[in-house]
């Protein structure tokens, strides 16, 4: 009873310091018979197959909830995934797509022969994510698009004219013919440049005594230096990838820019969650500008599972790289899935705080 009472009171201190708070009750009901996780796309992520499996109560639940975004995380104290639905308000939801690089796509950006390396790092594996993006993010977007608050996708470096007439941004909007004239533009652009680097070392130094120190120096297994990469490669503005159709009324952010200029555009607009999709789960996703690492400490932040893929070298596959990025995403954030993200029928979207 005491232990109750000293629990409320620390509850009513933080509430008068820290804006609403509530007890949230973290009942734990085992599920019967579960099935398989992340199943939609098995060819892009494995499922997850963990079998001890809990319901929890609804954790977010906005006034005029208008989304059902059922999410889980795992929990090894609790022994298990813990299964847990949320009502959102559409209008105050952002979905970021993060790094959505535009190449090998036919834009004109393309992996420098014969050994340059950029995005999933061969274009074998970049025409994988290309057809990710067709087949799972741009049907998720077009199915969001004009019900959410925000659509943005996260680029590398800086705004820069072309891209900025292409894509609407924090800070300035575009036009129909700014847009076909950067288009145009870009693919001159990117069309002109030369993809060609040196290749792979034929001969290399090492030690006789520990011949791997020195051949790994000379032989990494990733290099994305202007050896390969001809110089100039990496300050050409990278559009957002073919397969997926920007809107006039989408977003790009820009990494250069920092976390706090997006952080204030989203508060702006009124943003409370962010569905966070893109590329690379294990990387980009985690740690740049619109990561996770960012975005969690001021936003609801739900990585929806199967519309991210993960590196995977060694592997004709991103089906287990992604499953593992994303199961370690899971010990401290929550993740949701395409067909887990509908509407709420109007009769049953009044949310309560």
Request: net charge neutral.
């Amino acid at each position: 009873m005491l232990h109750r009472f000293l629990l409320v009171l620390t509850l009513g201190a933080l509430s008068a310091s820290a804006g609403d708070t509530r007890l949230y009750e973290n009942k734990l009901t085992p599920i019967k018979d579960p099935k398989p996780i992340l199943a939609d796309h098995p060819e892009f992520v494995e499922p997850m197959r963990e079998t001890a499996r809990f319901e929890a109560p609804i954790l977010i639940n906005d006034e005029g909830a208008d989304l059902d975004v059922r999410a889980w995380r795992f929990s090894y104290n609790a022994r298990g995934v813990i299964e847990v639905p949320n009502r959102l308000k559409a209008a105050s939801t952002a979905v970021i797509v993060v790094h959505p690089w535009g190449i090998d796509d036919g834009s004109g950006w393309k992996s420098p022969e014969p050994a340059g390396v950029a995005f999933q790092c061969t274009p074998e594996k970049n025409r994988i994510v290309l057809k990710h993006a067709a087949t799972v993010i741009d049907p998720f977007l077009k199915g969001l698009r004009g019900k959410v608050g925000v659509i943005a996708y996260s680029l590398p470096g800086k705004w820069d004219p072309i891209r900025g007439a292409m894509y609407r941004s924090r800070t300035s909007d575009t036009t129909n013919s700014g847009r076909l004239e950067g288009a145009k533009r870009l693919e001159q652009i990117l069309g002109s440049f030369l993809y060609t680097g040196d290749p792979i070392a034929s001969v290399i130094p090492v030690s006789s005594d520990t011949p791997t120190i020195g051949y790994f120096a000379g032989f990494p297994g990733l290099d994305a230096g202007p050896k390969h990469d001809p110089k100039g490669f990496w300050e050409l503005s990278i559009p957002v990838m073919r397969p997926i159709e920007v809107a006039p009324s989408d977003y790009a952010v820009y990494d250069g820019e920092g976390y706090e200029p997006l952080r204030d555009f989203l508060k702006i607009k009124g943003i409370k969650h962010v569905l966070l999709a893109g590329y690379n789960t294990d990387m980009c996703i985690i740690s740049t500008t619109a990561g996770y690492k960012n975005l969690s400490k001021d936003f609801d932040v739900l990585l929806v599972g199967d519309a991210t893929i993960a590196t995977f070298p060694a592997q004709p596959t991103p089906r287990f790289a992604t499953n593992a990025a994303v199961a370690f995403a899971s010990l401290n954030l929550f993740i949701t899935q395409v067909s887990w993200i509908k509407p709420i029928a109007a009769k049953e979207g009044s949310g309560a705080k």
